[in-house]
Nanobody, 124 residues
């Protein structure tokens, strides 16, 4: 089992920045990929970004390319999501996810473990 705990959400004005953190514990060595997803009210959960646990591969959704950066510290079992130039459309609950065998990085079903989420609200 792997446990994930997100932090760093909050309220920010449009154009501002936030950094989310996700700490993994448990059988972390079994994890291949760690990803970030978000879910806005009334919408499906969508892929935001992902990073292989050892940092060799990074992926972004088109909607966040150039604004968000995913990074990590493998020795701390932590992955970060730096979010810059935030827009009201970025308002959502952000979830950290971990997958052992991920074929489609954008597919929620390919991830085995999920955090509880952290709320990000961007005001206009």
């Amino acid at each position: 089992q792997v446990q994930l705990a997100e932090s760093g959400g909050g309220l920010v004005q449009a154009g501002g920045s936030l950094r989310l953190s996700c700490v993994a514990s448990g059988r972390v060595e079994s994890v291949y990929l760690m990803g970030w997803f978000r879910q806005a009210p009334g919408k499906e959960r969508e892929f935001v970004a992902a990073r292989s646990r050892k940092g060799g591969s990074i992926y972004y959704a088109d909607s966040v390319k150039g604004r968000f950066t995913v990074s990590g510290e493998s020795f701390k079992n932590t992955v970060y999501l730096q979010m810059n130039r935030l827009e009201p459309e970025d308002t959502a609950v952000y979830y950290c996810a971990a997958g052992q065998t991920v074929v489609d990085v954008t597919a929620t079903g390919d991830y085995d473990y999920w955090g509880r989420g952290t709320q990000v609200t961007v005001s206009s």
